[in-house]
């Protein structure tokens, strides 16, 4: 199956834990892999992208993500969240058959709560 | 500021009735591309368009229709044929149709069939 996978539809945490954002692609996704921020009733934004080379990858925001191929992840991460991170997180991936279709997970809730 | 407009930010349409939603890039990109965002269901593509005067049908294109006579426009209808219209409507453009070029967001359009 063509699929980016997140498990988790919503992430409830305190103000200044630690977080995870777990993400998971197929087979048939290829290693250019992406994760999006959306803020309420607005557009969605690039925090960091995976293409090649190391597979820790730093972004926008303190916000960072690790590239597992043996585990075919790229989960997100922050060392310390803000309420100002309450959003919605995609994770995306690019199709193997395909230069340019992306494929979205279905979204993960990060709610901050002080 | 270069970036994508989007307008109406909100749509009401009556049943029967077929809407165009605007969509507007001062970016110069060349790629441009229509995405349909529903609650827990991520983002699906709907058209995509690499150069003017061409586009190209993505997941989910019946009931809607789009034209690309300049680069700069990427206009999306909604027609009556689409039974379920409501949704969040997000058009995004690139410099190119390639797996690494990232896509950047428009605020994005809510249309409410009444």
């Known amino acids: 199956a063509q699929s980016v996978t997140q498990l988790d539809s919503q992430v409830p945490v305190f103000e200044e834990a630690p977080v995870e954002l777990r993400c998971n692609y197929s087979?048939?996704?290829?290693?250019?892999l992406f994760w999006y921020v959306q803020y309420p009733n607005q557009g969605l934004q690039l925090l960091l992208k995976?293409?090649?080379?190391?597979?820790l990858v730093k972004g926008i925001n303190g916000f960072e993500a690790e590239f597992n191929k043996s585990q075919t992840s790229f989960h997100l991460r922050k060392p310390s969240v803000h309420i100002s991170d309450t959003a919605e997180y995609f994770c995306?991936?690019?199709?193997?058959?395909?230069?340019?279709?992306?494929?979205f997970g279905s979204g993960t809730r990060l709610l901050v709560r002080p | 500021d270069g970036g994508i407009t989007q307008s109406p930010k909100y749509l009401f349409r009556k049943e029967g009735q077929n809407v165009t939603l605007s969509c507007e890039q001062n970016l110069n990109h060349d790629a441009m591309y229509w995405y349909r965002q529903d609650p827990g269901q991520g983002l699906r593509l709907i058209y995509y368009s690499q150069i003017v005067n061409d586009f190209q049908k993505g997941d989910i294109a019946e009931g809607y229709s789009v034209s690309r006579e300049k680069k700069e426009s990427f206009p999306l209808t909604v027609t009556s044929a689409q039974k379920n219209p409501t949704a969040f409507y997000l058009c995004?453009?690139?410099?190119?149709?390639?797996?690494?070029?990232?896509?950047?967001f428009g605020p994005g359009t809510r249309l409410t069939v009444l």
């Open positions: 995976y293409l090649s080379g190391s597979t």
């Open positions: 995004a453009s690139s410099v190119g149709v390639s797996s690494y070029n990232e896509q950047f």
């Open positions: 087979s048939s996704v290829s290693v250019y």
């Open positions: 995306a991936g690019v199709l193997m058959d395909s230069s340019y279709k992306l494929i």
